[in-house]
């Protein structure tokens, strides 16, 4: 079975997660496959619009975290990266429909959709914290940049879930939709999206995420040093093991800060 499933319909992409019984974690695999299919969709004239959604009850619970155990990001070219930089640079409108789990890198790739749809079920968190880890697709200045300061510590630096209500509230997502809607909602966008002209319509992105991507440019350089670094402390080990063993992680040994940051 295909972890990433791809259909055409005219000119609309739709991306579907499949991994439903991992609530559609991410892997090195994913990672891989979902940078050459967006790199493929921009330099494609026939697609105009790409629709991203989840399989099985949930968007994206983030890391597959045994598989990010095994391969964790060891440079500048890791596989998160790589998909970083193709979100950043794609010119063409990418719409999400979420639901279920949508958590870490769930919640942080979205911030570099153009159109979010979640279901009322849909539960958003960026747990990293408590994975002794530091927000990671830009999100360090992405968050803020939307809800400011105070309200990006509360998700950020607590990392508690919340909800898609309170997600809208914080201009994180389009529109709260009915349970079961989000993609037919995200579908007739993008429908209305690809009968636009094509060229206005990527200039007009590229105008909106002009100052943002000279930004995000140089935010995830510096999260992925730090990212690296912290992913190998002690403490990261210790949240991730205790993590797969189900139980409450010991940081009585934390380190006091890391270099970069």
Not at 34 to 60: P, Q, Y
Not at 98 to 120: K, L, N, P, Q, S
Not at 211 to 235: C, G, K, P
């Amino acid at each position: 079975m295909n972890d990433i499933i791809t259909e055409k319909s005219g000119s609309i992409l739709r991306v579907q997660l499949n991994r439903p019984a991992k609530k559609n974690a991410m892997t090195t695999g994913m990672y891989l496959t979902m940078t050459e299919l967006l790199k493929k969709a921009a330099a494609d004239n026939e697609i105009r619009v790409v629709v991203w959604h989840g399989a099985g009850d949930s968007f994206c619970a983030g890391n597959d975290i045994e598989d990010f155990l095994k391969t964790p990001p060891a440079s500048k070219e890791s596989p998160q990266e790589q998909l970083m930089r193709i979100l950043i640079d794609l010119d063409k409108p990418l719409v999400a429909a979420v639901h279920g789990a949508t958590v870490g890198g769930g919640t942080t790739m979205i911030t570099h959709c153009d159109f979010v749809y979640a279901a009322e079920n849909t539960r958003f968190q960026m747990p990293f914290i408590n994975l002794a880890a530091v927000p990671e697709f830009g999100s360090s200045y992405t968050i803020p940049a939307w809800v400011g300061h105070i309200r990006a510590s509360e998700l950020i630096l607590l990392g508690q879930p919340f909800t898609a209500r309170r997600a809208a509230e914080l201009g994180l997502v389009t529109r709260v939709v009915p349970d079961g809607e989000a993609l037919n909602v995200a579908m007739e966008v993008a429908q209305q999206l690809a009968a636009k002209p094509a060229g206005a319509l990527q200039a007009s992105k590229r105008l909106l995420k002009r100052t943002a991507r000279q930004q995000l440019e140089q935010v995830i350089r510096v999260e992925t040093d730090v990212f690296t670094e912290l992913i190998r402390s002690a403490d990261a080990k210790e949240a991730l093991t205790a993590f797969l063993e189900k139980r409450k992680p010991d940081f009585t040994k934390s380190q006091k800060s890391v270099a970069g940051t």
